[in-house]
């Protein structure tokens, strides 16, 4: 069983990973208004992880006899000026995301759940992944600059992106 602390913390976290899907479906429609399909498909396969990743939590929570408990999602920014503002603010996001998922690590050391921290460690990896992906896209904009053959053949290259189900979701299915 949850303690209400944490189960109030995971809460939060469901709603903070929905709206991170949103971000990034807004961030999807951006790129696919400017003409950047592939850019658009990168933030379209953010958007289904994010979603998934709130599902990951909302399973969990109900199978350790929680109660979920969706709220509001705030709006979310709609336009960014350029792919190297978009991919800094995707970073900044994530960094933030990394945050609040220590956090929730650390409550459930506090709490002494040790089911939820082993369940947070896929996210603590996670998060890793998401920082060092999005780093790496930042580090070759920045080389690409105004290069618009460059950011033709990064747009195609993330347009081969897809979206994978997280093996959590899968084995639980």
Same mark, same amino acid.
């Given at each position: 069983?949850?303690?209400? $602390?944490?189960?109030?913390?995971?809460?939060?976290?469901?709603?903070?990973?929905?709206?991170?899907?949103?971000?990034?479906?807004?961030?999807?429609? @951006?790129?696919?208004? %400017?003409?950047? /399909?592939?850019?658009?498909?990168?933030?379209? +396969? /953010?958007?289904? %992880?994010? /979603?998934? @990743?709130? %599902?990951?939590? #909302?399973?969990?929570?109900?199978? #350790?006899?929680? &109660? +979920?408990?969706?709220?509001?999602?705030?709006?979310?920014?709609?336009?960014?000026?350029?792919?190297?503002?978009?991919?800094?603010? !995707?970073?900044? @996001?994530?960094? $933030?995301?990394?945050?609040?998922?220590?956090?929730? =690590?650390?409550?459930?050391?506090?709490? $002494?759940?040790?089911? !939820? #921290?082993?369940?947070?460690?896929?996210?603590?990896?996670?998060?890793?992944?998401?920082?060092?992906?999005? &780093?790496?896209?930042?580090? &070759?904009? $920045?080389?690409?600059?105004?290069?618009?053959?460059?950011?033709?053949?990064?747009?195609? %290259?993330?347009? !081969?992106? !897809? =979206?994978? +189900?997280?093996?959590?979701?899968?084995?639980?299915?």
């Amino acid at each position: 069983m949850l303690s209400p $602390k944490l189960q109030d913390a995971l809460n939060e976290q469901i709603n903070a990973e929905m709206w991170s899907a949103y971000l990034y479906l807004s961030m999807a429609m @951006h790129f696919e208004a %400017e003409g950047r /399909q592939g850019i658009a498909n990168w933030y379209n +396969v /953010q958007f289904r %992880e994010e /979603q998934a @990743h709130a %599902e990951i939590l #909302r399973n969990y929570v109900n199978s #350790r006899g929680g &109660r +979920v408990i969706l709220k509001a999602i705030a709006a979310v920014p709609t336009s960014w000026n350029g792919e190297l503002d978009a991919f800094q603010a !995707t970073l900044d @996001h994530e960094q $933030k995301v990394t945050q609040l998922i220590n956090n929730l =690590y650390a409550l459930a050391e506090a709490e $002494k759940d040790y089911a !939820t #921290r082993g369940r947070l460690d896929w996210f603590v990896n996670e998060q890793v992944e998401e920082e060092d992906n999005v &780093r790496k896209i930042i580090d &070759r904009l $920045k080389l690409i600059g105004n290069d618009g053959l460059a950011l033709y053949t990064l747009d195609q %290259e993330l347009g !081969t992106r !897809t =979206y994978t +189900v997280p093996s959590i979701l899968a084995t639980a299915e």
